[in-house]
Each structure stands twice: as structure tokens, then as C-alpha cells.
């Protein structure tokens, strides 16, 4: 079993940065492919970057590209997420995931609001 827990989200302003992190315990493998998704009120969880665990391949979505920058930080068990550049339309809660042979792990999420 995996355990995800988020930080990092808070208020920023339209053009502003913020790094969420995500603490990974549990049973960790270089198998695994670690995502980070949103879900804004009143809409579905989008796909926003995902790395894998060996940090052998990235990808993202269209909206984040060239804005967002997903890492991995070994010593720390941890991920990252560098968003720049944020817009109103990134205001959501952020959640990581870790997509395993097992069925997918989630954490509790974070919140980011970005103020016009």
C-alpha cells in the first residue's frame, strides 16, 4: 500500500507560482507512475502531469504545458509540482496519484485558488 500526502496549495495571484509536493510512504517502486490531477468545482478530475518514478518520461496536459513542471525527488520519496504563470482557470484541488499494479493510490488533495 501506498500513502500520498499533498501540501503546498494555497491563495496566489493571477501570474504567481506555487510547488505542491507530494510525500510518498509505503510500498514505493520505480515501477510506478506518479500523477498529480485537479478537480475545480462543479467539473469532473482532469489529468494535469505525470512522471515516472524513475524519472525516465513526463507528460502533460495541453493547458499546463510550458507552465507546470513535475519532479521527483528520491531522497525525499517526494514529487513535485512547479506551477508558473497561474491563471484563474487553475484554481482547483489538487490531487497526487500513483498509478501502481495494484489499482491507483490517491491522496486528500490540496487547494489552489488563483485570485484575478
Known amino acids: 500500500q501506498v500513502q500520498l500526502v499533498e501540501s503546498g496549495g494555497g491563495l496566489v495571484q493571477t501570474g504567481g507560482s506555487l510547488r505542491l509536493s507530494c510525500a510518498a510512504s509505503?510500498?514505493?517502486?520505480?515501477?510506478?507512475?506518479m500523477g498529480w490531477f485537479r478537480q475545480a468545482p462543479g467539473k469532473d478530475r482532469e489529468f494535469v502531469a505525470a512522471?515516472?518514478?524513475?524519472?525516465?518520461?513526463?507528460s502533460y496536459a495541453d493547458s499546463v504545458k510550458g507552465r507546470f513542471t513535475i519532479s521527483v525527488d528520491y531522497a525525499k520519496n517526494t514529487v513535485y509540482l512547479q506551477m508558473n504563470s497561474l491563471k484563474p482557470e487553475d484554481t482547483a484541488v489538487y490531487y497526487c496519484?500513483?498509478?501502481?499494479?495494484?489499482?491507483?493510490?490517491w491522496g486528500q488533495g490540496t487547494e489552489v485558488t488563483v485570485s484575478s
Open positions: 496519484n500513483a498509478a501502481t499494479a495494484r489499482g491507483p493510490y
Open positions: 509505503g510500498r514505493t517502486s520505480s515501477s510506478y507512475v
Open positions: 512522471i515516472n518514478w524513475s524519472g525516465s518520461g513526463t
